[in-house]
């Protein structure tokens, strides 16, 4: 049974930081490309951040780049997403995505909220 679980998020504050984790398993995490996506109120899914299966090559949003990273330990089937100096424009439920040709599998989300 392929899960998907997302966990990590909470409310902080303008500036703060936070580590999302989305726990993999019930297939091969290391075959997988891997996502983060969020979702605002009243606002399409958008793709935040990318992680090769192969090199681990990343890419990023604009409106993210140089403040979230992205990254996977595949001997421990986990992806992170760590987000700094966070804004309030980042308040979303973020989900987690693994990718491998036409399959795609998502987690639950888990929910950010950025406020003083």
């Known amino acids: 049974q392929v899960q998907l679980v997302e966990s990590g998020g909470g409310l902080v504050q303008p500036g703060e930081s936070l580590r999302l984790s989305c726990a993999a398993s019930g297939f091969t995490f290391s075959s997988f490309g891997m996502q983060w996506y969020r979702q605002a109120p009243g606002k399409e899914r958008e793709l935040v951040a990318g992680v090769s299966s192969s090199y681990g090559i990343t890419d990023y949003d604009d409106s993210v780049k140089g403040r979230f990273t992205i990254s996977r330990d595949n001997a421990k089937n986990t992806m992170y997403l760590q987000m700094n100096n966070l804004k309030p424009e980042d308040t979303a439920v973020y989900y987690c995505?693994?990718?491998?040709?036409?399959?795609?599998?998502w987690g639950q989300g888990t929910q950010v909220t950025v406020s003083s």
């Open positions: 995505k693994a990718v491998r040709g036409f399959s795609a599998y």
